[in-house]
């Protein structure tokens, strides 16, 4: 809390306990909740007392592992207690840089469902973690308001570009480029495309054609390709560009095809497009 | 001799003479902009300046920067250049550029090379493939980059050797300079420079003065200098150079330097400068400030809250304190950027300042001042204050 009274953030996650054990240990995932909880109320009692976070807001960490009791337990508790909003800990893999959120995995769209029914409809829900844009629909369905960029970090990380369709202006590269993408993790390529690939030496097009970003306002996929194939760090500046820009328009997409009532047919055209 | 060699690609305007140095304040008028000299031209090796973007090199008031050929030959590859129609295009840089013959590259980073009358045969490390850099293949690469200014294949030798290899690179160096004036194929978009060689000794390097100069080329380096030997040396060989060379072309010092370096070389009557030190050294997390360095990483930076210098208006000082600075250089990537934009600035700002002192006619004035902030206990480096002293500048 102390930590929290030097930052003076806009809002905080009080400290929590998301070490929930091995997936199905019921007594450990407990242990985790009720942690968490006593955390929360000392945070609480911190908060209430503090001058310098009277403008900040806490937010409550919903733990419980993989057993949905815990789940719903922790998300009960929580949400009596006077937080502004929740976060929803302990579901990313933690494995391997490259690793997406699947959330059709281990039933975990089924715990976050039990977790969002306690939840209350006005008070923001967060999930952290590396989401494809697939998974970040499906999260956006099931009631999940707020997401960080891990997954667009990531693909820079590994010199890509993420080139999916965010709107039927722009003229995706995966689409224009074909199905030529190389043979690695066909699974991931579909968002995205390398820019190591060789293919791109001598294409002087923007790396989605139409994109407003710096990147594709000012350079080249032969430039980018170059760059990153001598490992000059331009090369990763210019990729995070656009990368941050063409994830961030996915989201005012989505809050788009949710005002107009069009939030399906997004979900449809990002399977179709881009989805095994 | 060839025939005259049209000049329109450059041209030289003394703005101003220092009335007490060889200090000279000049308009030099490229094909892709005007650039003021003295000036400092950073280094971009491999068409990129370590991660900053040409829009960000723009707003410093660069107007000119360097490419490597040996890099920007092997990748993309003079190909590419040919298909995207140059360098400028390629990166995005509006301003003027300037490449290296590929020649130091291969000596000073490959292993095995080998120099013949023919050129310099070394295995490439890219794709180790034998290959052969002639005069004419030097001039054909840095056709196809296109920059503004490009640079004779040249025989270098180390500055600290000497004895008869030293006597033989200075005169393959005059022949290489005819075939690559004979291979220059844009005459009216690229200035190709002469580079004077002879090592330190002063014989040498005055016949490769008198030679090179009867040669029609829109203008000359100083090179085979600022590797290594004694400072005591260096400015005398440049001082002798800049004696003889025709004043109505420029003078580019190559591999020179630190501020200090500028400031002195500028008195002698250099024009052109470039180095790799601002930008190497941002990036191990030092800045370069009037009073000379601010190391970044040292513990009494950590809880400074001013920017590395209040009168920078790079985005570096406008935004980010010495403090936080601090926490991230040498940790985080964005930290070596930061830095090298704030170094560029400083070098930027430290040649206007000499431009505009000069042009007042109060270099003597400029260069005592800057040397004080340098050396507050006066310690001057001897060869400082002989070179000064050879222009009338006496270090107070």
Same mark, same amino acid.
């Given at each position: 809390?102390s930590?929290q009274?030097?930052?003076k953030?806009d809002?905080y996650q009080?400290l929590c ?12 995932a407990?242990k985790?909740?009720e942690?968490?909880?006593a955390?929360l109320d ?6 209430k007392?503090s001058?310098v976070l ?6 409550g960490s919903i733990?419980?592992?993989s ?5 719903e ?7 009596k207690?006077?937080?502004a909003?929740?976060v ?8 391997p ?11 975990k %769209?089924?715990i ?8 209350p409809?006005e008070?923001?829900r967060?999930l952290?973690g590396?989401?494809?844009p ?9 009631g ?7 997954y667009?970090?990531l693909v820079?990380e590994?010199n890509?570009a993420l080139t999916?369709c965010?709107s039927?202006?722009t003229?995706?590269?995966a689409s224009?480029?074909g ?5 690695c993790n ?8 390398s820019l190591t690939d060789?293919i791109? %030496?001598?294409?002087?097009?923007p790396?989605?054609v139409?994109c407003?970003c710096?990147t594709?306002?000012n350079?080249?996929r032969?430039y980018?390709?170059?760059l990153v ?6 090369g990763?500046?210019?990729?995070m560009?656009?990368?941050l ?5 996915f989201?005012e997409v989505?809050?788009l095809?949710?005002?107009?009532g ?5 979900q449809?055209?990002i399977a179709t497009?881009?989805c095994n | 001799?060839?025939?005259p $060699?049209?000049?329109?690609a450059l041209?030289?305007k003394?703005?101003a003479e220092c009335? $007490?140095?060889?200090a000279?304040?000049?308009q030099l008028?490229l ?5 003021? &000299?003295p000036v400092f031209?950073?280094v971009? &090796?491999? #068409?990129?300046?370590k #991660? ?8 410093s008031?660069?107007? *000119?920067?360097?490419?490597?050929t040996y890099h920007l030959?092997s990748?993309?590859g003079?190909?590419l250049?040919d =298909?995207?129609?140059g ?6 840089? =509006? ?5 290296d013959?590929?020649?130091f590259?291969? $000596?000073?980073?490959?292993?095995l090379?080998e120099v013949?009358e023919e ?6 490390p890219y794709?180790a493939?034998d290959m052969?850099?002639?005069?004419? =293949?030097? *001039? ?8 503004? /200014?490009?640079?004779?294949l040249?025989?270098?030798?180390s500055s600290t /050797?000497?004895?008869?290899r030293v006597?033989e ?6 022949r ?5 004036i004979?291979?220059h194929?844009k ?6 420079f002469? *580079?004077i060689?002879?090592g330190?000794d002063?014989?040498?390097r005055t016949?490769?003065?008198n030679?090179?100069s009867?040669?029609n080329?829109?203008g000359f380096? *100083?090179?085979?200098?600022s #590797? ?7 400015? =005398?060989?440049?001082t ?7 004043k109505?072309?420029p003078?580019?010092?190559m591999?020179v ?7 002195v070389?500028?008195a002698l ?11 190497r050294t941002a990036?191990? #997390?030092?800045?370069l400030i009037?009073?000379?360095k601010?190391?970044?990483k ?5 809880e400074d809250?001013r920017?590395?210098?209040e009168?920078?208006?790079?985005s ?9 600075l601090?926490? /991230?250089v040498t940790k985080e990537?964005v930290?070596?950027i930061?830095l090298?934009i704030?170094?560029i600035?400083y070098?930027?700002?430290l040649?206007r300042s000499?431009k505009e002192?000069?042009i007042q ?9 800057f040397m004080?902030?340098q050396?507050?206990?006066r310690?001057y480096?001897?060869?400082?204050v002989?070179?000064l002293?050879? $222009?009338n500048i006496?270090?107070s």
């Amino acid at each position: 809390m102390s930590v929290q009274e030097a930052f003076k953030p806009d809002w905080y996650q009080a400290l929590c306990d998301s070490d929930a054990g091995k997936v199905g240990s019921r007594k450990r995932a407990h242990k985790s909740v009720e942690r968490t909880l006593a955390y929360l109320d000392r945070c609480l009692e911190k908060h209430k007392e503090s001058e310098v976070l009277r403008h900040s807001c806490i937010f409550g960490s919903i733990e419980g592992g993989s057993v949905a009791e815990e789940r719903e337990l922790s998300a009960k508790e929580t949400a009596k207690r006077p937080v502004a909003g929740f976060v929803l800990e302990g579901l990313d893999t933690n494995g391997p840089l490259d690793s997406v959120l699947p959330l059709c995995e281990n039933g975990k %769209k089924e715990i976050i469902q039990s977790i969002l029914n306690e939840l209350p409809d006005e008070k923001p829900r967060i999930l952290h973690g590396p989401l494809d844009p697939a998974n970040i629909l499906a999260a956006v369905e099931l009631g999940i308001d707020i997401f960080d960029s891990t997954y667009a970090f990531l693909v820079t990380e590994r010199n890509a570009a993420l080139t999916f369709c965010v709107s039927p202006d722009t003229e995706s590269m995966a689409s224009n480029v074909g199905k030529l993408q190389d043979s690695c993790n066909l699974q991931r390529n579909l968002y995205e495309t390398s820019l190591t690939d060789k293919i791109f %030496k001598d294409d002087f097009r923007p790396l989605v054609v139409g994109c407003q970003c710096y990147t594709c306002t000012n350079h080249t996929r032969a430039y980018v390709h170059h760059l990153v194939n001598v490992g000059e760090l331009l090369g990763k500046t210019l990729l995070m560009l656009h990368n941050l820009y063409h994830f961030l328009r996915f989201f005012e997409v989505i809050q788009l095809a949710l005002e107009e009532g069009t939030f399906e047919k997004l979900q449809n055209m990002i399977a179709t497009r881009h989805c095994n | 001799m060839s025939a005259p $060699v049209n000049h329109s690609a450059l041209t030289l305007k003394v703005l101003a003479e220092c009335s $007490v140095t060889k200090a000279r304040a000049c308009q030099l008028s490229l094909p892709h902009s005007v650039v003021d &000299t003295p000036v400092f031209m950073p280094v971009g &090796t491999q #068409g990129s300046l370590k #991660g900053i973007t040409p829009e960000q090199l723009e707003n410093s008031g660069c107007q *000119i920067m360097l490419g490597n050929t040996y890099h920007l030959g092997s990748n993309p590859g003079a190909e590419l250049f040919d =298909k995207v129609g140059g360098l400028h295009k390629f990166m995005g840089w =509006k301003r003027n550029l300037l490449t290296d013959s590929g020649g130091f590259q291969m $000596v000073s980073l490959v292993a095995l090379s080998e120099v013949t009358e023919e050129g310099v045969r070394f295995s490439n490390p890219y794709d180790a493939k034998d290959m052969l850099l002639t005069p004419e =293949k030097s *001039i054909e690469i840095q056709n196809s980059i296109g920059a503004d /200014i490009i640079m004779q294949l040249d025989d270098v030798v180390s500055s600290t /050797i000497s004895g008869p290899r030293v006597e033989e690179a200075m005169g393959r160096s005059i022949r290489w300079l005819d075939r690559c004036i004979e291979a220059h194929k844009k005459t009216k978009t690229q200035n190709l420079f002469a *580079i004077i060689q002879g090592g330190l000794d002063s014989r040498l390097r005055t016949i490769c003065l008198n030679e090179m100069s009867k040669r029609n080329v829109p203008g000359f380096a *100083i090179g085979g200098l600022s #590797g290594g030997e004694d400072k005591n040396d260096f400015w =005398k060989m440049v001082t002798l150079s800049t004696d003889f060379l025709p004043k109505h072309k420029p003078r580019y010092l190559m591999g020179v330097g630190f501020p200090v370096d500028l400031v002195v070389c500028s008195a002698l009557g250099c024009d052109m400068f470039d180095c790799v030190y601002p930008t190497r050294t941002a990036r191990f #997390g030092t800045a370069l400030i009037p009073t000379g360095k601010l190391d970044l990483k040292k513990k009494g930076c950590a809880e400074d809250f001013r920017p590395i210098d209040e009168n920078c208006s790079c985005s570096t000082c406008r935004q980010f304190t010495r403090a936080y600075l601090h926490t /991230i250089v040498t940790k985080e990537t964005v930290a070596s950027i930061l830095l090298t934009i704030h170094n560029i600035q400083y070098q930027m700002d430290l040649m206007r300042s000499i431009k505009e002192a000069i042009i007042q006619d109060k270099y003597p004035e400029f260069v005592n001042d800057f040397m004080q902030k340098q050396f507050p206990t006066r310690n001057y480096p001897e060869w400082t204050v002989d070179a000064l002293a050879s $222009v009338n500048i006496k270090l107070s």
